[in-house]
């Protein structure tokens, strides 16, 4: 699962704790601190889009032989960023192959508004890993004529022929990831998941009948696939060495091997083993093998995740997409958090389930806050700000998972981020008092607890199966609102400040709902636009709990609605009473998620979490027209640079920050740039 830390960006008052305060506590790091204080973030902004940059602390501190394993992983990485683009979309690489062409060799006019608004889009898909948005989905619309367009082709000696070129100016495949039923969950979806002819139906026929060795130990059917027809027949094109990206796929194990050789320790050197020969066979039992390996090696100081994992891109949940996150571990912020983790079974023990739903014993759980030093695939250049893996319910039961937060990530979009939406959104001075003083606070406990506490609760009932097989499209929002509901339950707990993580904690559960509250019944929808439906899950997610809240306690007057000068503001009047429905609503969400009860899941995301109140976001549109700031923001990779000596062994890395969006993409394009145009 990814938690992505929206909220941050739109609301941002202060700095994030993380980098900032750990630095001072150590004493090295302050040094650091200093030294970096004018650390330019931003490197671009264009369209919707911020990109910046993010620093590596700590990384002189490594060894040697530590640096080396993550310049490894790293280029594993990397060299799967095409996996990407063609699970995005099957015209993606053609598309990209000859918008670079174009903007390499051109050599008219630059200073014309179609130049400039071809270089927008370019930068907007490169951002994308695609032609389409990363967040809303749709199709990116460019903003110049196909003639310009066929003139810039002609100029440059570039060849984009056919679909490949109609679809950049036409309504086709408009959607990446489709989630409305009527248009066919897989027809209307653009993504390179099923070929030509699939349905929803062929494909959860294709999988129903799939049979796990073990039927308690679900293995992961279709998660490193394309299901494709071939002579009327359902066929299987496995991600694999010699198999689909085959090329790409030598490449990444190339790069493991060397990481293997320099793992930290056994367990580690096990698990890069096993996701090596995963690789190699695509066998879905080495798989969860792998994964087993993964979640026990705790030990190192640095850790990966590198594969097809998140399922988000495809509207039936069975495909993962490419990703890869290298991350050095924080010891210093993890300290403060494994307090939650040591009491896990007492937030289990003490949540508002139903005595079935709660698991007797919560099984190694960790919550790590880590240094990223490299994203690639799906992670970038738009990033999650939290992980939690693996996703395989069986195996987080029997073998726990790992959690991390991406700390210097979070503290890159916290020192780039926007001030003013506090003072135009919040209600009064006391919620905008409370949120400078608590708001951070309660954002990174917001996150500890629905990545430690939140995804670990709860158990299904015997005989039921996964969420994605019983909710279907339903079952990533509804999993991300259950984890947010046990974060909002235990924000205005005692315990938290028992644990000594908090010194007030009415102050800072107050701060903490005055903010969801507010984005997920407002500030949110400044990131669709005029007219749309929310579609991506997190998104959904917030809206839901948000209405459903608002809307019972409607007639205790728990939340307000308040207009004042032609603006509206949500103002919570009653805490505790609020607290209690968010107890009410992560009772019943279980309880779905437990029973699989697909009708009450759809009620729930249709009735709350899917449609916008048409009036409030037209005024919230308009009030945040004086922000300029970019909604969306995502990142360059720091790059390091091996030196080597005259027998080629690396004698040290260092690390160059890249000096533009646009010098990175093309190297990156160069240099990575291992699969056939078409897949
Ligand atoms: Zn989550």
């Known amino acids: 699962m990814k ?46 889009i911020k990109v910046l940059r993010y620093q590596i602390p700590g990384w002189e501190d490594l060894s040697l032989k530590e640096q080396k394993l993550v310049y490894y992983l790293v280029e594993a990485g990397l060299s799967g960023r095409d996996i990407i683009w063609d699970q995005n979309y099957r015209h993606n690489l053609k598309i990209r192959e000859a918008l670079e062409n174009i903007y390499t060799g051109y050599e008219g006019d630059k200073t014309t508004e179609d130049w400039k608004n071809f270089e927008i889009y370019l930068k907007r898909v490169w951002f994308s890993n695609g032609i389409h948005h990363h967040y809303s989905m749709d199709k990116l619309k460019p903003a110049f004529s196909q003639e310009y367009f066929d003139n810039l082709l002609s100029e440059t000696g570039t060849e984009l022929t056919g679909e490949a070129y109609e679809v950049i100016f036409n309504d086709k495949d408009a959607k990446k990831v489709n989630l409305d039923e009527s248009k066919g969950l897989v027809e209307g979806s653009a993504v390179n998941f099923y070929g030509e002819g699939i349905t929803a139906k062929d494909v959860e026929e294709f999988y129903a009948v799939k049979q796990s060795p073990d039927p308690n130990r679900p293995l992961a059917f279709g998660l490193n696939s394309k299901l494709v027809k071939e002579n009327g027949k359902l066929v299987e094109k496995v991600y694999k060495s010699g198999g689909m990206y085959g090329p790409a796929i030598d490449k990444i194990v190339y790069w493991l091997e060397k990481a293997q050789g320099v793992a930290e320790n056994q367990k580690q050197a096990e698990g890069l083993g096993l996701l090596i020969e995963y690789y190699k066979s695509g066998d879905l039992q080495t798989w969860d093998e792998y994964n087993i390996a993964w979640v026990q090696a705790t030990e190192g100081n640095i850790d990966y995740i590198n594969s097809f994992i998140e399922v988000y891109n495809d509207p039936l949940g069975y495909t993962g997409s490419f990703e890869n996150i290298v991350q050095i571990k924080d010891f210093d912020m993890s300290e403060k958090m494994s307090v939650l983790e040591e009491n896990v079974q007492w937030f289990e023990d003490n949540a508002p389930l139903m005595e079935e739903h709660k698991k007797k014993s919560v099984v190694g759980v960790t919550y790590k806050t880590v240094i990223v030093a490299g994203e690639a695939g799906d992670a970038s250049p738009a990033t999650p700000i939290g992980v939690n893996l693996p996703n395989s319910n069986w195996i987080r039961k029997e073998h726990g998972s790992k959690s991390v937060s991406l700390g210097n990530i979070i503290e890159a979009y916290s020192n780039a981020g926007s001030t003013g ?170 309880r779905i998620k437990s029973e699989g009860d697909y009708e009450a899941a759809k009620n729930l995301v249709e009735n709350y979490g899917v449609k916008v109140d048409q009036d409030v976001h037209r005024e919230v549109i308009e009030r945040n027209k004086q922000f300029k700031s970019a909604p969306y923001s995502g990142f360059v990779n720091p790059v390091l640079v091996p030196e080597m000596d005259e027998a080629g062994e690396i004698t040290s890395i260092k690390v160059v920050q890249p000096v533009s969006f646009e010098e990175q993409m093309l190297e990156y394009s160069e240099k990575y740039d291992v699969l056939p145009l078409e897949n």
């Not at 900032?20 to 004018?38: H, M, T």
């Not at 959104?425 to 400078?436: M, R, S």
């Not at 009932?461 to 609102?481: M, Q, R």
């Open 3 to 48: 938690f992505k830390f929206y909220l941050l960006l739109l609301l941002a008052s202060t700095t994030l704790i993380s980098c900032a305060d750990a630095g001072v506590e150590n004493p090295a790091a302050v040094g650091k601190l200093a030294q970096n204080g004018d650390f330019d973030y931003q490197v671009d902004e264009f369209a919707d």
């Open 421 to 590: 939406r506090l003072q135009e959104f919040a209600h009064d001075e006391e919620e905008i008092a409370l949120e400078e003083e608590y708001g951070e606070l309660a954002d990174k406990l917001h996150t500890a607890l629905h990545e430690v506490v939140g995804h670990a609760s709860g158990q299904i009932n015997p005989g039921v199966g996964e969420t994605k097989e019983t909710l279907k499209s339903y079952a990533s929002t509804l999993e991300e609102g259950r984890a947010d509901l046990v974060g909002l339950y235990y924000l205005m707990d005692p315990k938290l400040e028992e644990l000594g993580l908090v010194d007030d904690h009415e102050k800072l559960g107050k701060a903490a709902y005055d903010g969801y509250i507010r984005n997920g019944l407002m500030t949110q929808l400044i990131r669709i636009e005029p007219g749309a439906d929310i579609e991506e899950s997190h998104m959904r997610n917030r809206q839901w709990v948000s209405a459903w809240v608002f809307e019972k306690g409607r007639d205790r007057g728990i939340i307000e609605k308040v207009n004042r000068d032609g603006k509206t503001y949500f103002n919570i009047t009653d805490y505790a009473a609020l607290r209690e429905l968010f107890g009410e609503l992560l009772k019943e969400t279980q």
